[in-house]
């Protein structure tokens, strides 16, 4: 068999990007996928980012299935976060949310998602440790979801290194210095 190795590297040599090291990162956002998670049928959104210098990991977002005023804000907040004014952002949730289903709303959310991505919004996103792999958040307090990892960790030198150790776990009377 003849392998056409020309078209070989053409199409893998130097096709995978890093991952981006942890940090904050200036981003396009460019699309958005609604998946359901977990055996109740609860919808998150995942983010996608633009591949520049590095491929980056998605953000997710619940949609909240039983908290409904939860819902309707944080998903206005996400729009306008992505370059909806807040009117329309409003309109947008009212729209997805008026027949009282959960699993249209986060259709509708998804499709939304979508057409106001085709714009390309800059953001700034975390990438965070997330056991061996990482994930993205966006810095906007706005939206921005408070976890373990913004108590526990910080990032020095591309390394995690834990900040809150509780008292009595880590004896620093035997360290050297």
Request: charged share 35%.
């Amino acid at each position: 068999m003849a392998i056409n190795w020309g078209e070989v590297e053409d199409k893998f040599a130097n096709g995978f990007k890093d991952y981006a090291p942890y940090g904050k990162h200036m981003v396009k956002v460019v699309d958005a996928e609604a998946k359901q998670v977990g055996a109740k049928g609860n919808y998150i959104i995942k983010f996608k980012f633009e591949e520049g210098e590095y491929k980056y990991p998605d953000a997710e977002h619940w949609i909240s299935k039983n908290n409904n005023n939860w819902r309707y804000h944080h998903m206005k907040q996400l729009f306008v976060v992505l370059g909806a004014p807040e009117e329309k952002a409003k309109q947008v949730i009212e729209k997805a949310e008026e027949k009282g289903d959960y699993e249209f709303a986060a259709k509708a959310y998804e499709a939304s998602f979508k057409r106001l991505l085709q714009k390309k919004p800059e953001v700034e996103i975390e990438v965070v440790p997330d056991g061996k792999y990482s994930r993205a958040k966006f810095t906007d307090s706005r939206v921005r979801m408070k976890d373990d990892t913004d108590k526990v960790s910080e990032v020095v030198g591309g390394e995690v290194v834990p900040t809150d150790i509780p008292n009595g776990e880590l004896d620093l009377s035997n360290i050297p210095f």
